[in-house]
T-cell receptor, first 114, second 112 residues
Framework: GAGVSQTPSNKVTEKGKYVELRCDPISGHTALYWYRQSLGQGPEFLIYFQGTGAADDSGLPNDRFFAVRPEGSVSTLKIQRTERGDSAVYLC????????????FGPGTRLTVT | GDSVTQMEGPVTLSEEAFLTINCTYTATGYPSLFWYVQYPGEGLQLLLKATKADDKGSNKGFEATYRKETTSFHLEKGSVQVSDSAVYFCALRTSGNNRLAFGKGNQVVVIP
């Protein structure tokens, strides 16, 4: 079946601009996660959704970052007033439910802020 | 907080050599432990996992044993192939917490 998909695959934006990154989880997966991976580092947790609600947003670095999942499926990560330090690969993952540890990852969106 | 430490630097080895990648962790409670692999141009994939002490996870010839006494989950493969060239990440998840905490990853390059 279809895996986790993310769009766009690459995004280049200017400092100060607003960007939206989209994630389509595996059909039927209720849990959705966003991570950020900087060059040479492992993924770092940003936010976790169970259904439509953000169950844990403690990894969001500041209030410029926001994510939604209005219908419990597709999620959008929104970054306001982008900074060069936001450049990274943004990964989305989904899992069948909140208690399973196996998360299925998408290919990521590479964000470059110039 | 929860954290994972992987050995420093890339690993380069010849085909059919023995591979070990070290992973140690710090966590409250009893975490589940994972190895993820990222092949060139692909997304992260779960390679293997172990959910309690002394469990051994295995897949594709790779193995890792959950060692509570040494807080380790080292990855091993007896005879690597060129196709094993990838970046390997150790990760943990503690009970009551849905996030994964990852190590920095190790680039493995297998030369023919």
């Amino acid at each position: 079946g279809a895996g986790v998909s993310q769009t766009p695959s690459n995004k280049v934006t200017e400092k100060g601009k607003y960007v939206e990154l989209r994630c389509d989880p595996i059909s039927g997966h209720t849990a959705l996660y966003w991570y950020r991976q900087s060059l040479g580092q492992g993924p770092e947790f940003l936010i976790y959704f169970q259904g439509t609600g953000a169950a844990d947003d403690s990894g969001l670095p500041n209030d410029r970052f926001f994510a939604v999942r209005p219908e419990g499926s597709v999620s959008t990560l929104k970054i306001q007033r982008t900074e060069r330090g936001d450049s990274a690969v943004y990964l989305c993952a989904s899992s069948p439910g909140p208690t399973t540890g196996e998360q299925y990852f998408g290919p990521g969106t590479r964000l470059t802020v110039t | 907080g929860d954290s994972v430490t992987q050995m420093e630097g890339p690993v380069t080895l010849s085909e059919e050599a023995f591979l070990t990648i070290n992973c140690t962790y710090t966590a409250t409670g009893y975490p589940s432990l994972f190895w993820y692999v990222q092949y060139p141009g692909e997304g992260l994939q779960l390679l293997l996992k172990a959910t309690k002490a002394d469990d051994k996870g295995s897949n594709k010839g790779f193995e890792a044993t959950y060692r509570k006494e040494t807080t380790s989950f080292h990855l091993e493969k007896g005879s690597v192939q060129v196709s094993d060239s990838a970046v390997y990440f150790c990760a943990l998840r503690t009970s009551g917490n849905n996030r994964l905490a990852f190590g920095k990853g190790n680039q493995v390059v297998v030369i023919p």
